[in-house]
């Protein structure tokens, strides 16, 4: 066999192998990586690369050397599940660098951190000021956890409004010119209502690279065709319309009607709309 066609022989087995080592450890491991499971990652990789480049090198013994180290994240991680204990040998614990607003130096120094790292973490965070801050760890993964003071926090919608709604993820309901039915189906719409909504804009299926819908049951739709736009909707300027057409009946009765009471009624009838469009038309108008 040529040496090139053993290389990529040896390389695609080896990628197909670390692939499902990979799929098999989980994501947890992709986004976050402990100490032990650090030094792992380096010494397979460098295991893997040896094995696809080397010939001379056994490539059973390589791929039993590289399920031996794989194995072991797999074996900790399991044990690190079920023993408190065991897991904060393997992963560590997190240190607190500042607690009540005060900074505990000898954490900073047992973390070998230095107060210009620690100035540097936060303004990487946006906070120049130490004396904003209530609270701050460093995290087992090395990530700088900061609570700031009460009055340093930025206001929330839930702070000026104590009612707040539910907020709802916006869900994707096309995807490559295809429908998510389940998608759909989690918001409580249908195909049929889709269809509406595409025709509507004047849109194909087809032409729909991606559409999501959110909370209020309002549709996004990004085409294909960059230079083709979907049809803007008229719902809103239509409501704005009607609800002026019937303030406007409503007040041409209050004047025409013929008992004094239906002229009341009328009038009425006529303040409450005027409140309600007055109310309404900078959502609509949004």
């Not at 959110?214 to 549709?219: D, H, K, L, S, T």
Request: charged residues 25%.
């Amino acid at each position: 066999m040529p040496q090139w066609i053993e290389i990529v022989v040896r390389s695609f087995a080896i990628i197909i192998g670390l692939f499902l080592i990979t799929k098999l450890l989980g994501k947890k491991q992709l986004s976050k990586l402990s100490f032990f499971e650090y030094i792992v990652g380096i010494t397979v990789g460098d295991i893997a690369g040896t094995l696809s480049m080397d010939r001379d090198l056994n490539l059973t013994n390589g791929v039993t050397s590289i399920l031996v180290w794989s194995l072991f994240p797999l074996v900790t991680s399991q044990i690190s599940l079920r023993n408190k204990k065991f897991r904060d040998f393997v992963e560590g614990n997190a240190t607190v660098f500042v607690r009540d607003g005060k900074i505990l130096e000898h954490n900073l120094k047992k973390e070998k951190y230095t107060i210009d790292e620690f100035l540097e973490q936060l303004r990487k965070k946006d906070i120049f000021c130490v004396d904003d801050i209530e609270f701050a760890t460093l995290e087992s993964n090395g990530d700088l956890s900061v609570l700031l003071k009460k009055e340093k926090q930025p206001a929330t919608y839930g702070d000026l409004h104590a009612d707040a709604p539910e907020q709802i993820e916006p869900q994707t309901v096309i995807m490559d010119g295809e429908i998510l039915d389940e998608p759909l189906a989690q918001i409580g719409l249908n195909r049929a209502w889709l269809d509406a909504e595409l025709e509507k804009r004047n849109v194909l299926l087809d032409n729909v690279f991606l559409a999501q819908v959110n909370a209020w049951g309002e549709m996004c739709v990004d085409l294909y065709n960059d230079h083709i736009k979907a049809a803007p909707l008229k719902e809103r300027v239509l409501t704005i319309v009607t609800l002026e057409k019937c303030i406007s009946d409503l007040s041409f009765l209050s004047v025409t009607a013929n008992s004094v009471e239906n002229r009341a009624f009328y009038q009425s009838a006529m303040t409450s709309l005027e409140e309600l469009s007055r109310k309404l038309r900078p959502l609509l108008k949004g």
